[in-house]
């Protein structure tokens, strides 16, 4: 017998909506034992103040509690990603672990967590060095011993808000709370691109962290939050250990607007598929996961964007609305798990794209 | 010789720039003479204070005075639709009309301005009824005699301010602002409808203006705006009277996520082309106008939406930069003109799509 | 013996902060079986989609769990404001009843619940007469015997989702959410004008809620939430079945810039107090609470106000802030629970405000 | 005969509407050879992307063009601000100059205009040289000979666009437009202060401004946006060179609440006046100037407010409703020049606050 993943994607009616995930454990479709990690893409605005987040992360506590114990709720990973912009479909993505007869390496995963971060530590070199252990314990637990199998690295961090400002007594990295978020989510990223060999441990500093943006990793994916101050990290790779019919893949989206980098990736489940996946192929995809950013330079491919001028409206809700429509037209869905502010993920206004999808 | 149709698309980088038009002028690319229309898709949030469309139109006309007489500048259609959501890009789109050779029926098109509407016929049957004629005139004079001949009609229409709701009286189809841009976008489009035969006459009335989604124009681009007080109609189509080597075609999105139906109408330049037109094929493109909406159901194919219940942001805003993105990654670029409201244009929840292009 | 209103103004660091209750709590100073009501204002947009009045309700009820039995905690009404523009600080209202020795009459208070309301109900005639009985079944429960002796009725109601207007096959006052709010706020404050002798029942009728703004309660105050379906009604004013040294006393705010009206309010503490209250005096108020709109003809005192053309930034978020503004201004404190939307509450373009405070 | 100073407040309909303006020129009522400054309070954002107040100058020099030659036009100080937040009321305040008999010190003023800035100076020690330079040259032209006798000086300055930071090729005081905003307003301030004799030469450096809120002008008050490059300053003061009924004096507010201070303003007017000044001594008051901002450590009075958290509305919008509603409270109008960033403008979460008022 060998490990196997299983993935579910399941709707969500608002934050405090866990109620599709207690169906599916009462009709017997989801062992809670076997959860590893529970993504939730919330209706929040993705930004400072999106209380959307927290409150997910409670109801989901509360719809789990009668299955498991206290210690394994807590232990549980909750990575919550507020922001769905455009079309984009407020839902789950549930990973379970079960068990399985043998067959080619598979889609495998595992979570660590560090441990609480001072408001000092945010968007330095603290926090890098701190996500870099944790991917590292990430992969040890989920069988994946080399980083070229590692193919998204889910990570939700903490950022400063006014009160941790002043409780660092201003020793911080900005005093800026929306911006704290983009360094919270930079400095994640080059953790993992140290991890997985992305990146030199010589080229990094705290100078570079949000300012150097040759610096990236293709398969780091941050989301920041209000609601933790410790750093969730949840790799997903394929490994010998596990198998079943799942696997991974991703792809580096150059700019805004790199369709073709995305098709190739959505090629793993229809070779050369027309402009949208056919509605079978739609089923084999069980979760998409992507990252997206204005790009820092106010340009795609030449023509101006109006994203960072916008103080109406974050940056990062221009940018998942936008990256979500592409995604949706390739793929024919809109539950996707866009999430904005790709600092350090992937090159600056491109961003990963990772798809977990079924074999045929 | 016959009528010539000749299509500009230029960078704008702000509403107060028309530089790019000026130094077009300038440097005898294009002739003031010519001019039919100009279209601009300007960076405001496209709802009732969006002051960029008016600034854009006064701007316009400060770098066209030197070139046109009063009259033949103040008869010039000026279309400006706000909203450059996401990677959208600013633009003008410049209608001019010239003379050539012989050839097949090409691009064609003219302008007609409904008498100004008092606050008691927007969003009613009197406007459809204005621009009906509009709609007729405007052929007539572009020289298109079958409705199946004419592609794309944009329309810019008033709406209803605190003013005006109470210069009326009361008497007014919604006292609500926002909601009158949408009445007002509707009822044009059902105008348009009218006179393409899409409708019968016999199906209309103020009661299903804004209600009866069935009823729909699949050649109707509204767009409303605080700075107008009657419609402006562009139609655009093809007739023998023109030849040249511009054409337009159109689609209809059937919902929000329809990109295999704007694949086919982009074929058109690039036959079985694969997720994004190649590089030679986009510089075929000359313009790209599209209408969005959120779904009024509140789902795009089964999943739910969250645009209409978010108070932090108009719905047209989260679909211009949804629709936006999807028509990026197709086309490959982000000057497109998309215009968010699509009531009675197009399909519930989708909405017309047009192109112009030269022939290869 | 006779009963005694107790009341608490405690912090709110979000709306999952429920500890300043639980420290008081375990300080021996709140007596949880007391508990009668808790109202939080908590910092959401206060629209359709502000999650933070559910997530404090659900944070509220976490906190509490420990010392009150699920039945006690199921019938305690708590009822969220969403909104702390400008300065506004978050924060709990918490109403306690103990007793103690005879004296004068004093604050009096007690809650009561409607049955859930259907779709079709909001906004209608249906939800009138519901809030009308509930407001007298409070009274009851207060003891409270006149209506003159009723000071301040606040009022949780529900609003229309796409999904409830869907439920109803539109058979609902509004399709529009935001706009569902205001409807609901309005018949629940025609159902306190009904129960107060406000208005007489021959003036009611669908039509003219939320269009005949003549009609209007000087002690109700409502706030719609995406939370509930039925409307808890908390009845406030004096009683001779209650002493102790807490009073309540109310002013109409006949615009929004009528401070005089406010001024003669505060006189109840500080009598020809200058501008703002001293230190003492704000000592002496416990909770502050007032409703404020944009007047719906666009103009205060004569000059144009933008409140209603904002598309960014919905009108209740503006008068909240303003309002704010004013009585932080004149009470020298942001903890007020300034609530947005006063359709039938307080004059057009005014509102209601009462003011719970200890006799020096 | 003496210089005589003549303030008109004056209504606007749109930032496209000066013609309450063209309308005292008819009349008769303004000289438009004496027009000295036009200020106008407008109702975009405020932020980067409000293009109401590059519209506002645009229209306003379309309608003042019949009456001034280019030159005399192009020298016209235009300062606008944006954001009518709350009830505020967008309005013109022109300061025109003629002659007048003698008579006491009264009301003077004068404008100068910096060169244009490049992008490297914003935000740091050239702009503050800069304005220095030019506090003290308006001040001569105006007549006014002591730092104490400047009673305001109104700036508008330029800000950092995805453009300009580009083109200064990275060498910027921040790379965050909407940042560079509050910096360049800080620099401004400091350029007034230091004019003033407010803070010493050696108290200044490019590390102070943005950080050290110790230092700041009681009588500063700076507005950016992106329609200029140069600091255009309006100094206001009292001056024995002029004479007339008009004066002007100041106050400082000391935080976001601090009404005590302002009534102590208004009594220059009404001595003693009550909560809000009678409607005689509203018609002596020609205009109120005030600068407000979130006070950086997230706290009035020890409550927090929110503003600085606040993702979907930027912290100025918030703070203009604020104060806007305190000092119509107040005032008793709504036509109140509130500016917002208030960085060095007074103390920190304070701002200054002036009134041109008529002696009675």
């Known amino acids: 017998m060998k490990r196997r993943a299983i993935v579910h994607r399941l709707p969500m009616a608002g934050p405090d909506d866990a109620s599709a995930l207690v169906a599916e454990i009462e009709a017997g479709r989801i062992d809670p034992a076997g959860l590893r990690a529970v993504l939730g893409k919330t209706e929040g605005n993705g930004c400072v103040n999106d209380f959307t987040r927290g409150y997910a992360v409670q109801s989901l506590r509360l719809a789990l509690a009668p299955y498991l114990s206290d210690d394994v709720l807590g232990a ?3 990575v919550m990603s507020g922001g769905t912009e455009g079309g984009l ?7 379970e672990e079960g068990e399985g007869p043998d067959g080619p ?3 495998a995963f595992a979570a660590s967590l560090t441990a609480s971060l001072p408001p000092q530590a945010i968007g330095r070199m603290a926090q890098v060095q701190a996500v870099r252990d944790a991917t590292r314990d990430a992969m040890r637990k989920a069988g994946i011993t080399y980083a070229a199998d590692v ?3 889910q990570i939700k961090c903490p ?7 002043a409780a660092a007594g201003g020793d911080v990295a900005t005093t800026d709370t929306l911006k704290s978020m983009g ?13 997985l060999g992305e990146v030199a441990p010589e080229q990094l500093s705290d100078a570079v962290i949000g300012q150097d943006w040759s610096l990236w990793s293709a398969r780091a994916s941050c989301s920041a939050g209000v609601e933790l101050t410790a750093c969730e ?3 997903m790779g394929q490994s010998a250990d596990w198998a079943g019919d799942l696997r991974i893949g991703h792809a580096v989206m150059r700019d805004a607007i790199d369709a073709g980098s995305v098709a190739d990736l959505l090629d793993l489940v229809e070779p050369g598929f027309r402009a949208q996946l056919t509605p079978p192929s739609q089923t084999q995809v069980l979760a998409v996961l992507a990252k997206t950013e204005a790009s820092p330079d106010g340009m ?3 023509a101006r964007h109006v994203m960072l001028e916008d103080s109406d409206l974050s940056a990062t809700r221009h940018a998942r609305g936008f990256t979500g429509g592409l995604l949706a037209g390739l793929t024919g869905f809109t539950e996707l798990f866009v999430s904005g502010g790709a600092e350090h993920q992937g090159p600056s206004g491109g961003g990963p794209c990772a798809m977990i999808y079924k074999t045929s």
Chains 1, 2, 3, 4 share one sequence.
């Open 233 to 235: 990290v949840v790799v």
């Open 105 to 107: 390496p598979a889609l």
């Open 183 to 195: 360094l919270s989510r930079g400095a994640s990223a080059l953790g993992v691109a140290l991890a």
């Open 76 to 78: 549980l990973p909750m």
């Open 151 to 153: 193919h998204f690295v």
């Open 159 to 165: 950022l400063l808000t006014s009160e941790r400002i």
């Open 300 to 302: 795609i491919r030449g």
């Open 89 to 95: 479909s407020p839902h789950w993505i549930v990973l």
